[in-house]
Nanobody
Framework: QVQLVESGGGSVQAGGSLRLSCTTS????????MGWFRQTPGKERKGVSY????????YYVDSVKGRFTISRDNAKKLVYLAMNNLQPEDTAMYYC????????????????????WGQGTQVTVSS
């Protein structure tokens, strides 16, 4: 049974930092690229960042470039999202997701290309 479990969310003031973690189990982690998505009520889930199965390639949505950093530890089957200089517009539920490395032809931000999802962790940034 595949499980993805996010942690590290919370409430911070603008300018603060958080580090999200996603613990995985039940999958051959090294075969999967990982993504972080976020969603606010009434809106669609949007891609925030992506990291390839080897960790050698990463992408970010423009609004978080220079502030967020994605990383992974294949030995521990973990993926992280370090978030700095958080802003109120970063407030959302954050989800990690896994897709097979063979899905690389699909845009990294395409939620439908991800096979497994976590339950999410809430990030709230106050001004």
């Amino acid at each position: 049974q595949v499980q993805l479990v996010e942690s590290g969310g919370g409430s911070v003031q603008a300018g603060g930092s958080l580090r999200l973690s996603c613990t995985t189990s039940g999958l051959n982690f090294a075969d999967y690229a990982m993504g972080w998505f976020r969603q606010t009520p009434g809106k669609e889930r949007k891609g925030v960042s992506y990291i390839s199965s080897s960790g050698g390639v990463s992408y970010y949505v423009d609004s978080v470039k220079g502030r967020f950093t994605i990383s992974r530890d294949n030995a521990k089957k973990l993926v992280y999202l370090a978030m700095n200089n958080l802003q109120p517009e970063d407030t959302a539920m954050y989800y990690c997701a896994a897709r097979l490395k063979t899905a690389y032809l699909s845009p990294w931000s395409q939620a439908g290309s991800y096979k497994f999802w976590g339950q999410g962790t809430q990030v709230t940034v106050s001004s």
